[in-house]
């Protein structure tokens, strides 16, 4: 599976458009000749249910929240896993990942305990990677998705009062921004960051296509090279 599907990533904060973008761009990548699958955490698996039920009340520890959606990404994987091996596409999107969890993890536990000697999402995102090499999929690249606050709100208001407490939350989401900043600074290589303006959905979608094209590319080049 890894010689062939490259693997893109998919976050952001809540209301940046991500979802839309991916969606977009895997349009633009088929139109070009492209096989793209995409797969969205939490699922429709029992833990994924339960993470959104019981994760999102406000009353459960921020840690047994992270906890949870943390292991729905583990039990996804192997979903993502069968979707690759039976249609063997040029790309696989993950709409939010286990780096998604490790970063509104530790958003919400500064926010609410006010906690700051907790680890670097660094640290976090090694510490999983380590510990979940034979249960998560290796990301060739992460796209982190962002929009300013004001026009992020207004896309919220357009969901007619589906978003929660801390997707209207100023404070909390520009935690989620420091913490994916950081984490985009100590992976200069595998991270693009997209800033999702209004009225200009084409033109970045069609530029990202491009870019993950020739980044495909080059991986498979590159594995090419390996070989003896």
């Given amino acids: ?11 952001g904060t809540d209301g940046s458009g991500k979802t839309t973008l991916m969606k977009r761009v895997a349009r633009v990548l088929s139109r070009r000749g492209f ?4 797969h969205k955490t939490p699922g429709a698996m029992q833990s994924g249910r ?8 406000p009353r459960i520890s921020p840690l047994s929240r992270m906890m949870l959606f943390l292991a729905n990404t583990v039990d996804e994987t192997g979903a993502m896993v069968r ?8 790309f696989l999107f993950i709409d939010r990942y286990y780096l998604c969890s490790a970063v509104y993890g530790l958003a919400l536990i500064r926010h609410r305990r006010g906690l700051q000697d907790l680890p670097s999402i660094v640290e976090l995102v090694g510490l999983l990677e380590r ?6 999929l290796a990301p ?3 796209l982190i998705v962002d929009v300013g606050e004001e026009e992020r709100l207004r896309r919220l208001r357009g969901k007619r009062g589906r978003e929660g407490v801390l997707e209207r939350d100023t404070v909390f989401q520009n935690m989620v921004r420091e913490i994916y900043d950081e984490f985009s600074k100590s992976r200069p290589g ?10 200009r959905l084409e033109e970045l979608a069609d530029s990202t296509a491009s870019k ?11 594995q090419q090279a390996q070989k003896p």
């Fill in 1 to 11: 599976m890894r010689n062939s599907t490259f693997i893109a990533v998919w976050e």
């Fill in 35 to 38: 096989k793209v699958v995409t």
């Fill in 140 to 142: 060739d690249v992460y």
């Fill in 83 to 90: 979707k690759v091996m039976r249609s063997k596409p040029d």
């Fill in 131 to 136: 510990l979940g090499r034979s249960d998560y």
């Fill in 50 to 57: 339960f993470a959104v039920s019981y994760g999102n009340s």
């Fill in 190 to 199: 595998q991270v693009i960051k997209l800033l999702n303006e209004p009225n």
């Fill in 212 to 222: 993950l094209a020739e980044l495909r590319a080059q991986a498979l080049s590159a």
